[in-house]
């Protein structure tokens, strides 16, 4: 069947470069997309989504890209920062939500 | 956590026993979710509710029954709980089956 998967699951990064979160999903017919953040012993936090018509959103801090054509998505975080070590996961959108598994982001000091 | 609690936080049970988690909301959304979360896989969806006594099963459902008897309440239930259904379960909403807001999840061992 169809998944959400990610290219790596753990990355470092240094305090104040900016990160990037890969994911690539294989249901062309998903309509939205959204990334969540996890911190340890708690629930999933929404950060940003995209619909399928777009194919960039910023918010605070953050950016998410998507490229229909090869069906990625990406999360970037620009100045990370201690408090954005968490589980990064994307989710899309085809009749339900469908997880990925995450990636475990690292802020070196 | 978007006004969701779920009750709960921890529990330790014993295989066979019945274990019921309550979802509570106080945003008025009209679909809520269970999950699970386990190492190694993404959120899987055990059954979901779309209104009022509205529910529907999702990919993982066997051992699992759901009720909804008002909109802020959700309940999931083990009937019997299984070593297999010890997990983080997680409680979600949404106004309109996209967006997800989630709770801060129930620790669930089965010894």
Known sequence: GESVGLHLPTLSVQEGDNSIINCAYSNSASDYFIWYKQESGKGPQFIIDIRSNMDKRQGQRVTVLLNKTVKHLSLQIAATQPGDSAVYFCAEHNEKLTFGTGTRLTIIP | ?111
């Open chain 2, 1 to 111: 956590d978007a006004g969701i609690t779920q009750s709960p936080r921890h529990k330790v049970t014993e295989t066979g026993t019945p274990v019921t988690l309550r979802c509570h909301q106080t945003e008025n959304h009209r679909y809520m979710y269970w999950y699970r979360q386990d190492p190694g896989h993404g959120l899987r969806l055990i059954h979901y509710s779309y209104g009022v006594k509205d529910t529907d099963k999702g990919e993982v459902s066997d051992g699992y029954s759901v009720s909804r008897s008002k909109t802020e309440d959700f309940l999931l239930t083990l009937e019997s709980a299984t070593s297999s259904q010890t997990s983080v379960y997680f409680c979600a909403i949404s106004h309109d089956s996209y967006e997800q807001y989630f709770g801060p999840g129930t620790r669930l061992t089965v010894t």
